[in-house]
């Protein structure tokens, strides 16, 4: 059985968690003035890129691991 490749894997979660990345600075912007939180616009892009790269790493190891589920034909 072969799995999904290390580098598709990884394109995957790049394209998945930009589309991400605009949909929660989105989001930010308009729920942060709900809650009186007052950033930048230059800080609501810093945090929105801290979150992304968790978030990147995040997907990738999940991806990998099921990856790994799957070759192996534990499910």
């Not at 580098?7 to 394209?15: N, P």
């Not at 809650?35 to 190891?61: D, H, L, M, P």
Request: net charge positive.
């Amino acid at each position: 059985m072969a799995g999904q490749k290390k580098k598709v894997s990884l394109m995957e979660v790049l394209i998945n968690t930009a589309i991400g990345y605009f949909v929660a600075l989105a989001t930010q912007i308009i729920v942060f003035p709900w809650f009186n939180i007052e950033v930048t616009y230059s800080q609501q892009f810093a945090i929105g890129a801290i979150f992304t790269v968790v978030s990147i790493v995040r997907g990738y190891f999940v991806r990998r691991m099921f990856d790994l589920i799957h070759v192996k034909g534990w499910l």
